[in-house]
């Protein structure tokens, strides 16, 4: 084995915890963002659905990586200091809150309203309806395109690295720089970064995985 590739691996796992950090807490945010945004969706109050539809449409027509840039910049100067790090998870996490409040929408949307009308003629009350008949229909149709956004998450995370963030992408940069100026001078480049390229792919194909066996679980 190549005398750099055990330092660069040790590398390349500090940085992948990193990822998985900043997956983590940007799929919390967003979700908790989505949940609400298709709360406001549902909402009787006009200036609800407005607020909610003026968020989606917002967020949804910026590139994530100008959010991010955005409230990485802006936040010190309203007197927020954050690092590099919290910033991206909150700008990540505004940005994937828009698309997944999308995907809890449009899940609820698509459950014909005389299923909310009958079971409230059989006695439940609106919430209970809400509960027991809506929400769990909405859950299994919101599972497959909820997860495809979790898996753009966990990709836009490279992202980060922009910012300034020692994420996997962010360390595997950081590597192949000093293998170029160090030694041989040969980078690995190629190396590196088809190792990174492999470490994405898996974790997304587990994340589809993951929803795959939760969906089959469901139709029993």
Known sequence: ????????????????????????????????????????????????????????????????????????????????????????IIGLGLWGGANIGEVFRGALDSIPHRQEQGARALGLSATEALVFVILPQAFRRALPPYVGQLTVLVQASALTSVVGVSDLLGSARQMIERLAYVGTGDSHAIEIYLGVLSIFFVICYALTGLASMIERRLRV
């Open 1 to 88: 084995m190549n005398n750099w590739v055990w330092p660069v691996t040790l590398y390349l796992g500090k940085g992948l915890l990193v990822t998985l950090w900043i997956s983590l807490l940007t799929v919390i945010l967003a979700t908790m963002l989505g949940l609400l945004i298709a709360a406001l969706s549902q909402s009787t109050l006009t200036f609800a659905r407005f607020v909610g539809r003026l968020y989606v449409e917002l967020f949804r027509g910026v590139p994530s990586l100008m959010i991010l840039l955005f409230v990485f910049f802006a936040l010190p100067q309203i007197g927020l200091r954050t690092g590099p790090l919290t910033a991206a």
